[in-house]
C-alpha cells in the first residue's frame, strides 16, 4: 500500500461482521455444490463442468470471504481486496447515494440503473466508525447526493 497521507481508511470482512448470514450463505454453497456434483458428476459423467460451476460460484461471492481495505485519498479512492487493488479518481463520478451496507458512487450525474455495473460499491465496517466522515469527503469530492 501506498505512503501518502490518507484522508479515511477503514475495512470490512463480512465474513466476521455478519456471522449468521455467513452460516446461511455457507449452508447454501455446500447444498449448491452437492446439487452440482449431484448434476455434473453423477449424472452427467462430466467433473469438468462441476469444477468450472464451483470456481463461478465461490468466484462471484469472494467478495464475501476476504476482507476488504477502502483508502480514500485527496485525488482518489483506492480498494485493496486482499492482494488486488482498485484505483479510481474522484473525477470519475458524478453522484453518491447510501444504502444500508454502505454508499455507491455513481459515475453519472443522477442514479441509474448502469451503477451497479460502472459505479463503485463502499460497504460500511461493522461499527460504522467512518460513515459521518466518508459522508463530508464525498459531499466535498464527489458532489450531489440522491
Partial sequence: ??????????T???L??????????????????????QTAIITW?????FYLGMLFFIGSLITWFIPTTYILF??????WYWKIKIERN???FGCWYTDKKGVLLSTFK??????????QSLRFS?????????????????????
Avoid at 112 to 119: Q, V
Avoid at 128 to 142: D, W, Y
Wanted: aromatic content about 12%; hydrophobic content about 40%; overall charge negative.
Fill in 74 to 79: 485527496d485525488d482518489k479512492i483506492q480498494i
Fill in 12 to 14: 470490512s470482512h463480512p
Fill in 45 to 49: 459423467n462430466a467433473p469438468i463442468y
Fill in 16 to 37: 466476521l461482521d455478519e456471522a449468521v448470514k455467513s452460516i446461511f450463505l455457507l449452508a447454501i454453497m455446500i447444498f449448491v455444490s452437492l446439487i452440482l456434483y
Fill in 90 to 92: 474522484w473525477t470519475d
Fill in 110 to 119: 443522477r442514479p441509474r440503473r448502469l451503477d451497479n455495473f460502472r459505479g
Fill in 1 to 10: 500500500m501506498e505512503n501518502r497521507e490518507d484522508l479515511l481508511r477503514w
Fill in 126 to 146: 461493522k461499527d460504522k466508525l467512518e460513515k459521518e466522515r466518508l459522508f463530508e469527503l464525498l459531499a466535498e469530492k464527489v458532489g450531489e447526493r440522491y
